[in-house]
Every structure is written in structure tokens, then in C-alpha cells.
């Protein structure tokens, strides 16, 4: 079969990111003056040379020199789109196989793939002193200049090619890095990209510069552990040994499912199938602060099911329809086992459709530990295992083709949002 080979493009917005060592004086000041300084006003306004800097205000550096944001960059220099659900992605087109077009119109790229974001990688400096002493000592920490330049564009591309087949979303993986608090709260900016886990090359013939949009800067101090961050180039033999590709692979997962047949099926051996605890999805090591890709998403998305739907109320056979959404108990309490002190565990079984996908069937097996109160004799939950399957074959809803949609209506029913509030 003949070779093919696509691009992909992160355009958006994002912007340039550098990180460096700076001068401890000018960090301090800055931190203790952060509600008259500007810091990105400072270094911007009154230029470069330390002959014109104000005086009482501590160079940027130690040394008398010139100074450039670009180039105070010895911790971190990125520079590429932000990554969030709701914006940004990439956008996929087919050039030709033998390279002699890589370039070709971007009119007719396939928009906004997602991907899956493998990791998150925290590059934020930290801005409390004090805490800093009483953990490891300021002295171990490193004074730092976070300056971003965000702008909008195409900040990259990256080659991918196959043996005939069609581009598969579902292989494109990448890592981000977040970089800001407070004010200086920005999407995180994305670092790295794979496809079926080989690592791509960046190229930069692409570019296409809108402008900027605004420069922004933070001053802190950093945590040396963070230079030694295994992600910042992580290899394959880690990021398999650690269970990235692990995720990434189950993420993927697909079970074989005749559509039909998984709507009708009222028997139990569907909900299973599944192997992937969802309530596990986010898993925190000092390298990585930040859960695994999507789960603050995931995790909304489990507790709007327990607020909209109240599923752990629902007895056997009970159906109920909320908004345009259907659930129907397949098993409940009495598979439950109740002890002397009211402690529960056992399983809960719901089948979930909604109007706006009315093909689309979703099985859930919750298992449960928890309590019921001897008052109301309501199942009050305190340890939960969630295992999805839907009737796309998915085990995990952030894969399943309408999970934004289904998504937004059941964060529209926690919250009592209709349509009616966008007009």
C-alpha cells in the first residue's frame, strides 16, 4: 500500500514562554511591591539597559548588562498554542507523500483535534517566601522571571506518515506545560506531540504570525526538584515504566459492540466488560501536580451524573427521564449488603440514553461503600469505583464521540441552564 503523510498544526492562541534565573533583589521587590509593580511593565517600559532602569528598583539581573526576556530562558523556553477543551487543537492535513508539498492550503484541513494529553507538567514558581523557608530554606530555591509573550498563529507542525491508512486522532498524543497562577492564569502552553507513541519532531516552516496579544510576566522563586522534572524530556522506557503509555493505551480501548443488540441487552453482563476504574483516572507524583489528561473534566462529569441524576437513589427497574436524558436502574439496593452500623457496599447498575443522540447507549456500573442514614434511609457514598461502557465500545467517556455534548447537558442540569440563557 502506498505511503501517505499528513501535517499537523497547532494555530491559536498560545504565545512564547521563557523562564529563567534572575536577580534575588529584583524577585524580592517585586513581590513585595506586586501591587504597584508591574513586572512586565517594568522590563518592557523603561528598556533593557541598567544605566535606564529607576533608580530604588533592583536590576533584573546581577550582572550590568543588557537584558533580553528572550534570552533569560535557562529553565524553560516554549512556544506554541494553549491547550484546553474548549478552544484550541489541531488541525490535520493530508500533503503530498513525497514531500514536495508540505506546505499545501490549510482550507482543507480536517479542524480541532483534541488528542490526548499524556501529562502536564508544572513549571509554576512559587511567590510566598516565608513558606519556602520553613519547607527547604530559600536558599535551595532559585529566583526566577516567568515572561510570556501571548500571541496568536500557527506556532508549529509535525509530520506523520502511514502506510495507507487514514489519519487516526485516536494515536495523537501530547504534554503541556502550566506556568502561571493567580492573574497570570493562562491555559497551558503545549510542549511536546506523538503519534502511536513515537515522539515527532517540531518544525517551524509554517509559521503564520498574528501578532501579539499582550506581554505578561510573574516573578517567584522555583523549586529546584522542578529542574530535574523527569517529563521535561521524558523517555519512552519512563514514560512506559510510570504508566503514561499504560493510560494512553487504555484510553484507547475499544470493546467490539453491536449497537442493537447493547440497547436491548436488559441483562447485566455489558455493564462487566469494563476494566477502567474512572475514579482512577488522575494519579499525582511530585513531578506531576497536575492529574491525567482530561480529569478535572472526568471528574465534573461524575459528579454532575450523581447531582442531576441522583442515581444512587434509583431501586431496580425504576426509570426516570431528567431534561432529555433516560436512566433506567438495572440493579440497586438489594444487591447491596448492609451491616450492623449501617456500612454498604455493593453495586449500582444504570442504562442512560438522551434525546439529542437517541442511537447512543451508555451502561454504568458504580460500586459502592458507603452508609444509610437510619432517618431518611438514604445511601450516603464515601468510596466509589466507576466502570463505563458505551455503545460505541468505549470504556471511557473523554473517548466516546459526543462526551463534550453530553457533558455540557448534564453540567447544564446541575446548574439549571437551558438554552433560553444564550440568547
Not at 513581590?31 to 529607576?54: F, T
Not at 524530556?233 to 499504560?246: A, H, M, R
Not at 473523554?398 to 447537558?409: A, D, T
Amino acid at each position: 500500500m502506498a505511503k501517505r503523510r499528513f501535517r499537523v498544526d497547532a494555530g491559536g492562541r498560545g504565545g512564547e514562554l521563557c523562564i529563567g534565573k534572575v536577580n534575588k533583589d529584583f524577585v524580592d521587590f517585586m513581590i513585595d511591591n506586586g501591587e504597584y509593580y508591574d513586572v512586565s511593565g517594568y522590563i518592557s517600559g523603561y528598556g533593557n539597559d541598567s544605566d535606564d532602569w529607576p533608580k530604588g528598583v533592583p536590576f533584573v539581573t546581577d550582572l550590568k548588562e543588557t537584558f533580553e526576556w528572550e534570552e533569560c530562558d535557562d529553565i524553560e523556553h516554549l512556544n506554541n498554542i494553549y491547550i484546553n477543551a474548549s478552544v484550541n487543537g489541531f488541525s490535520i492535513i493530508e500533503v503530498p507523500a513525497d514531500g514536495s508539498d508540505d506546505g499545501a492550503d490549510e482550507d482543507e484541513a480536517t479542524p480541532c483535534i483534541q488528542g490526548f494529553e499524556l501529562y502536564l507538567r508544572d513549571a509554576i514558581p512559587d511567590q510566598e517566601v516565608n513558606s519556602l523557608i520553613t519547607q527547604e530554606g530559600l536558599d535551595n530555591y532559585i529566583p526566577v522571571l516567568v515572561f510570556h509573550n501571548s500571541e496568536k498563529g500557527v506556532f508549529a507542525s509535525w509530520f506523520v506518515e502511514t502506510d495507507g491508512e487514514d489519519f487516526d486522532p485516536k494515536k495523537l498524543a501530547f504534554s503541556t506545560v502550566v506556568f502561571g497562577t493567580g492573574k497570570f492564569n493562562f491555559s497551558p502552553i503545549l510542549e511536546n506531540v506523538w503519534y502511536d507513541k513515537i515522539k515527532l519532531r517540531a518544525e517551524h516552516d509554517f509559521i503564520i504570525d498574528l501578532g501579539s496579544q499582550g506581554l505578561y510576566a510573574q516573578v517567584g522563586y522555583m523549586n529546584p526538584k522542578k529542574l530535574d522534572n523527569p517529563l521535561k524530556d521524558p523517555t519512552d522506557e519512563f514514560l512506559t515504566v510510570e504508566g503514561f503509555w499504560g493510560h494512553f493505551e487504555r484510553r484507547n480501548a475499544t470493546l467490539k459492540v453491536d449497537v442493537k443488540e447493547f440497547r436491548e441487552d436488559k441483562g447485566v453482563e455489558d455493564y462487566y466488560k469494563s476494566k477502567f476504574n474512572l475514579n482512577n483516572f488522575g494519579v499525582i507524583k511530585w513531578w506531576n501536580v497536575a492529574k491525567w489528561s482530561r480529569s478535572q473534566e472526568l471528574e465534573q462529569f461524575l459528579d454532575n451524573l450523581g447531582d442531576a441524576l441522583q442515581w444512587e437513589d434509583m431501586k431496580k427497574g425504576e426509570s426516570k427521564e431528567v431534561g432529555t436524558v433516560s436512566v433506567f436502574c438495572v440493579d440497586s439496593i438489594n444487591k447491596i449488603d448492609i451491616d450492623e452500623d449501617g456500612d454498604v457496599e455493593g453495586e449500582i447498575l444504570i442504562m442512560l440514553t438522551y434525546d439529542e443522540y437517541p442511537d447512543d447507549t451508555i451502561k454504568i456500573r458504580f460500586e459502592v461503600a458507603g452508609n444509610v442514614d437510619e432517618d431518611d434511609n438514604k445511601l450516603y457514598i464515601n468510596g466509589q469505583s466507576t466502570y463505563y461502557l458505551d455503545s460505541e465500545g468505549q470504556e471511557n467517556p473523554v473517548n466516546y464521540s459526543n462526551f463534550l455534548e453530553l457533558y455540557q447537558i448534564l453540567d447544564d442540569l446541575v446548574y439549571n441552564r437551558s438554552d433560553e440563557d444564550d440568547l
